[in-house]
């Protein structure tokens, strides 16, 4: 099957909608990639790959990206000039994750050049897809090695098989974190004209949903919506689930919660506080504040509701609803945007969404199919070169930036205004932030040896990114960014076991029987909980969690118990029993 054979693909998989990669057209090798290039404007030097020959690499992206313009765009031109590299690129659609088509590429062997597959990278290298590249890194990638420092431990794959198969895209080496994208969320609009009440428990979040509600019952002479969820396969974790363990003061640990002092697993769900946090959904729904279509609407109908301006509150990630919010700031409905908040279940919690776990997360892999794996790590390394990320976050001198006098990069004000108001547009044509997985890349809050920040994430940047109704609720909290409303990363310890949805599991055998049974009691439970009568909901719930264990969600746990201390060994050189 060719990477452009639809019929082909078709007969594999009857109902996708994307194609899937084959091996590229890669040229031959020739000298080395340039080293550590200096950032465009400053007073280091540009630099292109020395071999800048054609060539084209296949990729996948187990994200969606609806503006990816084929580097068409401003950027993607440039790192073609530089470099001579074109992607092939594919993406996966809606909310999928890569799932079903990574789960193709692994039993048919078709797999593209490059890949970004996520927390499915383990099915790709229990085929044997996936190259070691250990060595193409200390041979060929001297900026890779540079960016990734004393964490080069942290991308080998486990005790047992300490080969690097990916390296950390998804997250930032050495990042601060300077804004909010989470938590729980509620119009500009609603708080102004409440007089910017106090939101830090779901009591006050129900209050204010409820006290707007009752004075404004429509928007643009359709009912407004209090709070919807979105439940659209996986985002079900990101809306519904998962906000149970923020608002119940755990960390982000997927679909566990570990003791932090003995590393003992467990389902998330079985803790008791989380079991009153999803009690007050119940109540929500029951109170008519929680949309009745929560569980049975798709991402897209839940992105034209939040466009349509008449959804006061969410509880969600901004990412997840980034293109229904730039669609109201298109309208001219800047007072229909989201403010974050960090809502617990009672003030007897804090909200642990910045509690740090270091580098580690999703990357960038080369597969076995890829004809030329050593030009392929030069265009990896040399994205992650100061001048590649410089681009890849900034954009292209004199158009997307300028450098005064003093060596400090300036983003213009008209610059500035199609971010905030014509972002999807300004993205398509730009490329800025279109190539951030495909190499690893200093975070937010670091600086370069010009003394400018890596990225344009350093709060001056982000205010000036903010909308006027922004700004002004901001302003009302008394806070500079979003993230001044929540605890700092140094309230909390940093994680010893890293990010654990990236941490490797056994993708066969009785742990992924156990956990695909957990997955579907829980999808089919936590909104049968939800949606219950007030006086139904101890006894479904209850019920769930007996339905867990009959599964062999202890077994499950045991294992994943195990696995973390393994990690923890491997991360911090101590032995944990």
């Not at 001044?484 to 654990?500: C, I, M, R, V």
């Amino acid at each position: 099957m060719s990477w452009k054979s639809p019929k082909a693909f078709a007969a594999i998989l009857l109902a996708s909608t994307l194609l899937v990669g084959g091996c590229g057209n890669s040229g031959n090798d020739k000298n080395n990639a340039a080293g550590n290039t200096g950032n465009s404007g400053n007073t280091q030097n540009e630099q292109k790959a020395e071999d800048t020959s054609p060539v084209t690499f296949t990729f996948f992206g187990a994200d969606a990206s609806p503006n990816w313009n084929n580097m068409k765009d401003d950027v993607g031109k440039v790192i073609t000039e530089k470099t001579g590299v074109t992607l092939d690129a594919e993406y996966d659609v809606g909310s999928g994750g890569g799932q079903s088509k990574i789960a193709l590429m692994a039993a048919s062997g078709d797999v593209p050049d490059i890949i970004f597959a996520k927390n499915e990278i383990g099915k790709l290298i229990d085929a044997g897809l996936v190259l070691d590249l250990t060595d193409l890194i200390e041979e060929h990638a001297p900026n890779i090695k540079k960016v990734i420092g004393e964490n080069m431990n942290r991308l080998k794959y486990s005790n047992e098989d300490p080969a690097i198969y990916q390296i950390t895209t998804n997250v930032g080496v050495d990042q601060q974190n300077f804004d909010a994208g989470g938590g729980f969320e509620i119009q500009q609009r609603v708080l102004k004209e409440l007089g910017y009440p106090k939101v830090r428990t779901v009591q006050d979040f129900e209050n204010v949903l409820k006290q707007y509600m009752e004075k404004n019952p429509t928007t643009d002479g359709q009912p407004n919506i209090p709070l919807t969820l979105n439940a659209d396969d996986w985002r079900i974790m990101i809306t519904v689930t998962n906000p149970a363990f923020i608002a119940t003061g755990a960390p982000d640990d997927g679909e566990y919660f570990v003791d932090p002092q003995t590393y003992e697993a467990k389902l998330h769900y079985k803790r008791p506080e989380e079991k009153e946090y999803f009690r007050w959904l119940n109540h929500m729904y029951n109170e008519g504040l929680l949309d009745k279509d929560t569980f049975v609407q798709k991402d897209d109908q839940y992105k034209a509701k939040i466009a349509s301006g008449r959804v006061l509150g969410l509880i969600d990630q901004e990412w997840g609803y980034q293109d229904a919010e730039n669609a109201l700031k298109t309208a001219g409905k800047d007072e229909s945007t989201y403010a974050h908040f960090p809502v617990t279940l009672s003030e007897d919690y804090e909200d642990h969404s910045f509690q740090t776990a270091g580098l580690d997360g999703y990357g960038i892999a080369i597969t076995t199919e890829c004809k030329d794996p050593v030009r392929a790590i030069k265009f990896i390394d040399w994205l992650a070169s100061d001048e590649g990320q410089v681009l890849r976050m900034w954009g292209v001198e004199g158009k997307h930036y300028t450098v005064d006098e003093n060596g400090t990069r300036v983003v213009p004000a008209d610059i500035h205004d199609r971010k905030v108001n014509d972002s999807t547009n300004f993205t398509k044509e730009s490329g800025i932030g279109q190539y951030r997985v495909l190499a690893p890349f200093y975070g937010d809050g670091v600086k370069d040896s010009t003394g400018n920040y890596y990225t344009t994430n350093f709060p001056d940047q982000i205010v000036a990114g903010y909308t006027e109704a922004e700004k002004e609720t901001l302003k009302a909290y008394n806070a500079t960014t979003w993230k001044d409303l929540f605890p700092a990363e140094d309230a909390f310890p940093a994680k010893e076991w890293g990010a654990l949805y990236n941490m490797p599991v056994p993708t066969d055998g009785d742990y992924q029987v156990i956990f695909q049974k957990t997955q579907d009691i829980i999808r089919k439970r936590i909104p049968e909980a939800v949606l219950a009568k007030t006086t139904d909901f101890d006894k479904v719930y209850d019920a769930f969690l007996v339905e867990l264990d009959k599964a062999g969600a202890e077994k499950m746990e045991a294992e994943y118990t195990e696995l973390v201390k393994k990690r923890v060994s491997l991360f911090t050189g101590k032995e944990v029993k």
